[in-house]
């Protein structure tokens, strides 16, 4: 009997919880219909897709909110002195003001700006940025570092930080978002696709040891000659906007290539730093993007200044006796024999990428969807998070990645719109034809990361937690699979589309003599045609699994969803105490 009454007070609690739980969705509904009704709005195109909202609540509203709270604080509080639900009202307010208010700020922004775009029914893109008054350091004329207010745009956690509500009045907050684009979807079914007859190329084979080498490749100092372009320096980094110092830091990282530094795109950073010595000093200057998360700098010119410190170039091992033995093979001829053998037993998923590609190219060419010329920072970044993504689900090596990023933060502004572009379409196919991606996939597609990059599970899942990674993996498998879908309904046909046929024969000289700049052409699809090698057998080792594994992930990857401003951008130069070593 003692059972079938624990049994039934575990119901009657368990009906309690749901009740609450109804109780406090209501409530949710009842606040977010209240703001809706009292909010106003004011909206402003800012062209590329971008939009300023400034919303203002009532002061009722949060007096009502506010009163609300305390009456619910005077039920339930336990104050010593008074039994529960007897204390005065004022020491109630009085004795948790600072909890209310705090609660208060973040479901008035929060809930506002959701009330906002229900009311103005606008179908936003990620997350907002909130427009705040906060303190940045700066360099004075007597070289002291001083604090100054800015207006900055900021993520909505961080945003709270810098808000108060204030004591009367109504609270009036502005911040930016991005919208969807609207736009009608083209024929999907029977897509017309052409079926590529492919041949391995020793090119292919050249690429594929050369990604193997440079996983084994070490940065190696450079005492005579000038600067190359993708040398890794370390400099002295001095940054002014419009002649006022902002910033000074010491033996930083730069790499001689298109970056992004503070948020502000150097596509011509490389060419500046080409042939330059150590001891010397570069002076770049820019225009800072109109959308950049200080709102002071925007549209005004950025001055750098670089002072090289120490410059450091990649030198790739040799293809010799002792790589051979590391990677269980006796002989060039036999590496290039497994290599082959990996490439040519992967040929049925290379010409179904392929395939994917050619209904990739038809819905871009087919949607009649225009991306605006202003394109922001924060799509670009979702650009390149995706091209990050797929690039370390094809085991290319990370510094290749790294190279291939900067370079598309900075200037591959055509490229980042097609990528735009047809992640909209997608995206549209996607929920249309409800396309999700599962967990199990999303494990698999880990596990794949892991055994190409010579990594733990574990370790990729976590590295990829502490940005947007996941989200990006997810939409990438997600695109995957859209475009897969539409393969199996398409209209495929042979033919020799994509094919750029080579014999098969190994050209005289070609053993021995793999370039060292293979596989690290600036084009991520040509450096995407092989895979990483793998053989089995007793004696041989998978030349992938065997390669030494790169450094863990550098930077943080944006995402569509949860869009991480300036903050994911790789390499930003930060104060150092010591010098570094490579």
Not at 165 to 174: A, I, N, V, Y
Not at 219 to 234: A, C, I, M, T
Not at 337 to 353: D, G, P, Y
């Amino acid at each position: 009997m003692a059972d079938e009454e624990l049994a039934l007070e575990r119901d009657e609690q368990a009906e309690g919880h749901e009740g609450e739980a109804e109780e406090e969705l209501s409530e949710d509904a009842k606040l977010m219909a209240e703001l809706k009704e009292a909010v106003t709005v004011q909206r402003e195109d800012l062209g590329g897709l971008r939009m300023k909202l400034t919303v203002t609540v009532p002061r009722e509203t949060i007096e009502g909110r506010m009163s609300k709270e305390f009456a619910e604080l005077k039920r339930e509080a336990a104050i010593p002195g008074f039994r529960k639900g007897h204390a005065p009202i004022k020491l109630v307010e009085k004795r948790f003001a600072t909890d209310v208010g705090q609660q208060l700020k973040s479901q008035m922004l929060g809930s506002g700006y959701l009330a906002a775009v229900e009311k103005e029914e606008i179908k936003p893109l990620g997350d907002p940025l909130v427009w705040v008054k906060a303190k940045e350091e700066r360099i004075g004329e007597d070289g002291k570092p001083r604090n100054v207010e800015v207006d900055k745009l900021l993520p909505l956690d961080q945003a709270l930080e810098h808000v108060s509500l204030p004591k009367e009045g109504p609270l009036t907050f502005s911040c930016e978002l991005e919208v969807k684009p609207e736009f009608e979807l083209p024929k999907l079914d029977k897509i017309p696709v052409k079926r590529p007859k492919i041949v391995i190329r020793h090119t292919d084979i050249d690429e594929a040891i050369a990604r193997m080498r440079i996983r084994g490749a070490t940065f190696q100092p450079v005492e005579n000659g000038g600067v190359e372009l993708n040398d890794l320096l370390y400099v002295d980094l001095k940054l002014s906007i419009d002649g006022e110092q902002i910033t000074s830091e010491e033996n930083t990282d730069i790499a001689a290539r298109p970056m992004r530094i503070r948020g502000i795109p150097l596509p011509k950073l490389g060419e500046a730093l080409k042939g330059k010595k150590i001891g010397g000093t570069v002076e770049h200057e820019v225009t800072v993007p109109d959308d950049h998360e200080n709102n002071d700098f925007r549209g005004k010119k950025a001055q750098f200044e670089f002072a090289i410190r120490e410059i450091k170039r990649m030198v790739m091992p040799p293809i010799d006796a002792e790589f051979l033995e590391d990677a269980g093979f006796e002989s060039e001829a036999e590496l290039r024999k497994a290599v082959r053998e990996e490439l040519e037993s992967r040929l049925e998923r290379t010409i179904r990428e392929r395939m994917c590609a050619q209904i990739g190219e038809y819905l871009v060419e087919h949607t009649e969807l225009a991306i605006p010329a202003g394109l922001s920072q924060r799509q670009t970044d979702r650009s390149v998070a995706r091209r990050m993504i797929e690039m370390y689900r094809q085991g290319i090596p990370e510094a290749e990645i790294a190279r291939v990023t900067d370079e598309m933060h900075s200037k591959a502004r055509d490229q980042v719109v097609r990528d735009l572009k047809l992640h909209f379409v997608i995206e549209k196919i996607a929920e249309e034809r409800e396309i999700n991606i599962s967990e199990e996939e999303m494990n698999t597609a880990i596990a794949d990361i892991a055994r190409r990059s010579g990594k733990r599970f574990d370790r990729v899942r976590d590295e990829l937690s502490k940005g947007d990674g996941l989200t990006s993996l997810y939409l990438r498998i997600r695109d995957d699979k859209v475009l897969e879908y539409l393969l199996t309904v398409a209209d495929v046909t042979e033919g020799e589309a994509g094919v750029e046929a080579e014999t098969e024969e190994e050209p005289a000289g070609a053993r021995g003599k793999s370039p060292v700049g293979a596989g690290t052409s600036s084009k991520p699809k040509a450096a995407a045609k092989a895979a990483a090698p793998k053989t089995e057998g007793p004696k041989k080792k998978s030349p992938a699994a065997h390669a030494p594994s790169a450094k863990g992930f550098s930077g943080k990857v944006a995402s569509s969803r949860k869009p991480a401003a300036a903050k994911g951008e790789k390499r930003t130069p930060k104060k150092t105490a010591k010098k570094k070593k490579g």
